[in-house]
Antibody, heavy 117, light 108 residues
Framework: QVQLQESGPGLVKPSETLSLTCTVS????????WSWIRQPPGKGLEWVGS???????NYNSSLKSRVVISRDASKNQFSLKLTSVSAADTAVYYC???????????WGQGTLVTVSS | SYVLTQPPSVSVAPGQTAEIMCGGA??????VHWYQQKPGQAPMVVVH???ARPSGIPERFSGSNSGNTATLTISRVEAGDEADYYC???????????FGTGTKVTVL
């Protein structure tokens, strides 16, 4: 059974860089698409971006200038970096697997990242 | 960018049927997925590829998609169905995902 686990700081200062890692167990990240999705407190889901098994990436247009998603196949991990954060980036960040059919079938438990000085 | 619109809330009595709409331009030409999210939990897919149910999801959950509206139907609603529901489409041409605005289902 594939499992995903997010890790990283829970508090980031404004204007700094948010960095999270998703560790995948029970399956290889060399297949499928791997994504980050976020959810501000009390609000809906927002797709942040994905890294494909080939290493190519796709980002939400509204975040594209500030986001980088990368993968480390040797560690079976993929990562998110979001630069120049503000309070609007405060959210629960989920990592998830996107199947070929286009739906997210496996999710991490989510990690709350608060942007505050 | 593509926009998916859902009603903010739906209320339904136990044993009745809940219908959750997801509106989008010509959404019938796309493949729609539905997720259930309970408080403090990650979302979970309940219907994928318009109408397919993952293993373990009750037959009470069904989906349809046509024209400008996709619909998630929950039959014989139970108290445990109370949750937020999100529709989702993935554009294979751009590899971009879009989520609906979300609907809170309240069981009266």
């Amino acid at each position: 059974q594939v499992q995903l686990q997010e890790s990283g700081p829970g508090l980031v200062k404004p204007s700094e860089t948010l960095s999270l890692t998703c560790t995948v167990s029970g399956g290889s990240i060399s297949s499928y698409y791997w994504s980050w999705i976020r959810q501000p407190p009390g609000k809906g889901l927002e797709w942040v971006g994905s890294v494909v098994y080939s290493g190519s990436t796709n980002y939400n247009s509204s975040l594209k200038s500030r986001v980088v998603i990368s993968r480390d196949a040797s560690k079976n991990q993929f990562s998110l970096k979001l630069t120049s954060v503000s309070a609007a980036d405060t959210a629960v960040y989920y990592c998830a697997r996107l199947l070929d059919g286009g739906h997210f079938d496996r999710w991490g438990q989510g990690t709350l990242v608060t942007v505050s000085s | 960018s593509y926009v998916l619109t859902q009603p903010p809330s739906v209320s339904v009595a136990p044993g009745q049927t809940a219908e959750i709409m997801c509106g989008g331009a010509n959404i019938g030409s796309r493949t729609v997925h539905w997720y259930q999210q309970k408080p403090g939990q990650a979302p979970m897919v309940v219907v994928h590829d318009d109408r397919a149910r993952p293993s373990g999801i009750p037959e009470r959950f069904s989906g349809s998609n046509s024209g400008n509206t996709a619909t998630l139907t929950i039959s014989r609603v139970e108290a445990g169905d109370e949750a937020d529901y999100y529709c989702h489409v993935w554009d294979s041409g751009t590899d971009h995902s879009v989520f609906g605005t979300g609907t809170k289902v309240t069981v009266l």
